[in-house]
C-alpha cells in the first residue's frame, strides 16, 4: 500500500534518479519562492471566481487543526496544526479567485461568495473549538448542503491514534481530550511513544483494560469507522481528504481502505471521486524552518490543488516538485520507502488497482448495449407501476419528519426518469393502503412492474406474536391496543402483495424492524453469486436477452433499512440516510448498461450503519431479478 504514490498506477516505479528530479524542478514554470511566502489580500476585491466556475458546483470545506495534546505527553504541544487548518481554507480561496476576511479560533463557521452567489462554504475548527460534536455537526451541516456536483474537502491537523479494538481503524483524537487526562497514562506516568518532537503521532500501550479505553475514546475521538459512515451520506461525489496525523505506513493505508468504494462495480456505478493526500509515513509538524506541515505547504505551491479531481498526475507532479525543491536543499522527509514523503491516492484514477487492494472483490458485466436496443427495452414491460406509502403525522405515535418528503423525491424520480405510473398515499390508514393494494391486484397483468415503497414507523410485537408491524395514522399505543388490530401486519402486506398479478414485485421499507418483513430472509443463494452486485445466472449476456429471461421469471424481492432494529428517521428537511442512498442508487440510472437491479441499488445502500437486508418472499423463483430501465441514456 505504501507503494500507491502516483496518481495513475499504484506500482508505479517512485523518482529516485536525482537527475530527473532536477529536470523536473527546472520545468516547473511558477515561482517557488512566491508561492510559499504568498498571503491573502483580504481587503481586495472578489474576483470572477472562474475556477470555482469550472468545476460546475460549489466548494465544501472542514477543517480541523489541535495544537495543544499536552495532556496525553508534555512534548505534545504543536505549533503549526492550527496554522495548517487555516492555511489550507486560504490556499484553496486563493488558488480560486476569493478574498477572505482574517480566519481564527472563533471562525466557527463562514461563507464567501462571489458576485453574491455563494461558492464556497468554509468551516475552520481550531483548539478548544474542534471537539467530537462540532466535527460531527459540520458534517452533519455538509449532509444537509451539499449536492452531487458539489466538492468537499476534508482535512485534520492533529494526533491519530491506532483503536484499541480494531487495528484498521484510526482515531482523530479531539479537544475533549483534555477532559481524559488519565486515558494515556498508567499509575501516573505516561504511557505513549512518538517517533521525534515534531511528528503528530503517537503509539499507546494500552493504559487501561479495553472497555475503559474503548467508553473513554469515544467521548474525545473520531475513528475512521465513524467518518465513513458519515461521508457515506456527503452527496457530493468530488472529496478531496488531507491529513499529517499518520502514525505509520499502516495509517494511509487504512485510511484509504476505510474510505474508498471497496467494489470495483460499485464505485463505477456510484461514480464517486475520492482522492487522499497523505504522509508515507508519520506526519511531520514542521520542516526546514517553514512553520507549517509538509503536505499543507506543498499543497499551497501547486496551482490548484482542486485540479486534482480532473488532473490528478498533474497535481501529484507538482507536489512532487514541491517535495524536490526542499529534498536538492537538503531536507529530509520520513517515507516508506519510495523516496517521497507525500502519497496521493486517486479512487476514480485507480478503479483498476482497487483489485489489487481487494482481489476477491471481481467486477462483472452483463455484455454490451446498443442505443436502439435500449430504445425497445421498455416495451417488453406492459406497465411500471410504482405505489408510495408515507407516514409522518400520527394520532398517537411521534411525529416523524421526513417519510413524506423522501416518498416524494422517490416518486418523482420513479415518474420523470423511470415512466413509473405512481401513486402517494401520505398519512394513510390501514385499510387505505390495503385498498390500493387489492386494486393493483385486479388491475395489473404478468407483463407488469410493480414497485412498493413503506416510509414511518414500524412496530415488533415480541410478546404474543413475534410479528413485524407498518404503524398507521390511526394505530394505537400498544398499551390501549395490546392485540394490535389498529397495526398493518408484515405479513399480511407479505401475502397480499404476493398475489399481485405482475410477475416483477419491488417492496422496499424504510421503517423500523423493517426485516422482519420475512425473517426467513428466502433469498436464493444461486441468484447473485459473488456479493458484486453483478447479474448472477444471466452475467456477460446481452442485456436485452438478461431482461427477456428475468420477465419470464417470477420475481419478489424486498429491501429494508435494517434488520430487527429501529432505523433512523434523519434531520429535518433531509432524507433519511437510507433514502439518501436509495436516491444515489436510482440516480445513476443503471450506469454504462442502462439497468438498475436490486442487486446494484443493494450494493448502494448496504454501508449505512442501520445493517440494510434484502431478501425474496412469496412466489419469487430463482433466478429472478427487478430491474429498473431508465426512459432515456442520462447524461
Known sequence: MTEF?????????????????LVLFILVTFDLNALTSKHLNYGGPVTSGDSIKKL?????????GIDDYSVIHQDFKFKNCSRDAIQLIETIAAQNGFTLPPLAEEKEIGYFSVKDTCFLHAQVLLNDHA??????????????????????????????????LEKDDYLFITDEVVNNPGLFRKNGQPEVSFHQKACRSIQCSGCKDSTSVLKDLSTCSIGLTVLKDLLELIPCKRQLFVSEAGSSTDFTKSFVKKLIESKPDVATLVDKNRVFILP???GLDNFAGVQHGPINAFISMTKNILDVFDQPEKVYQELIVAESSYLLSGSKFPSAGNGFYTTMYSEKANLQNVLDLFPNMGSTSRGVINEPTLEELPKKVSGKHALLIATDYYKTHKQLLNPVRDATQIERILREDYGYQTKILQDSSAESILRNILHYTKTLDSNSQLFVFFAGHGYYDERYFDE?????????????DPYLNSYLPFSKLE?????VPARQVFVVLDVCFGGTFNEQMSYCQTRTGPSNGGGGLYENTKVDEYISRKLRKTTRRFMTSGGKNEVPDGYGGKSSPFAIKLIEALKTYGGQDGILTTNEIYSVVERIPSDPRMGSFGDDECGSDFFFIPMKIQP
Open 468 to 480: 413485524g408491524y407498518i404503524v398507521c395514522k390511526e394505530s394505537k399505543s400498544p398499551k390501549e
Open 495 to 499: 401475502k397480499m402483495i404476493n398475489k
Open 56 to 64: 460546475g458546483g460549489r466548494v465544501f470545506i472542514l477543517s480541523i
Open 131 to 164: 471537539t467530537r460534536k462540532n466535527v460531527l455537526d459540520a458534517l452533519t451541516k455538509v449532509i444537509e448542503l451539499g449536492q452531487p456536483n458539489d466538492v468537499f474537502v476534508f482535512n485534520f491537523a492533529g494526533v491519530s491514534l491506532v483503536s484499541p
Open 5 to 21: 504514490t502516483t496518481a495513475s498506477n499504484l506500482k508505479s516505479k517512485p523518482f529516485y534518479s536525482l537527475f530527473f528530479l
Open 280 to 282: 508515507s509515513l508519520f
